[in-house]
Nanobody, 124 residues
Framework: QVQLVETGGGLVQAGGSLRLSCAASGRTFSTYRMGWFRQAPGKEREFVAA????????YYADSVKGRFTMSRDNVKNTVYLQMNSLKPEDTAVYYCAAGPLYGVIRAQNNYDYWGQGTQVTVSS
């Protein structure tokens, strides 16, 4: 059974930092891309970042480029999202996802597995 479990969310002031973790289990993800998405209240879920499980180019939404960094630790089967210079508009539930490498990177329907989400709240 595939499981993606996100941790690390919380409440932070604007300008602060958080690091989200996503622990993956239940299958081999070597042919998968890992992604982070987020959904703010009243808005649709949107792409944040993605990276191949075995490493390679990272992709970021324009809104987070230069502030967020995605990384992975294959030994721990965990991917991370380091979020710096947080803004109130980053407030959302953040989801970890896994999908095949050949799919469209930013498309939600390309991702087969999803975590339960972790809340990030940035106060002004």
């Amino acid at each position: 059974q595939v499981q993606l479990v996100e941790t690390g969310g919380g409440l932070v002031q604007a300008g602060g930092s958080l690091r989200l973790s996503c622990a993956a289990s239940g299958r081999t993800f070597s042919t998968y891309r890992m992604g982070w998405f987020r959904q703010a209240p009243g808005k649709e879920r949107e792409f944040v970042a993605a990276i191949p499980w075995t490493g390679g180019r990272e992709y970021y939404a324009d809104s987070v480029k230069g502030r967020f960094t995605m990384s992975r630790d294959n030994v721990k089967n965990t991917v991370y999202l380091q979020m710096n210079s947080l803004k109130p508009e980053d407030t959302a539930v953040y989801y970890c996802a896994a999908g095949p490498l050949y799919g469209v990177i930013r498309a939600q329907n390309n991702y087969d597995y999803w975590g339960q989400g972790t809340q990030v709240t940035v106060s002004s």
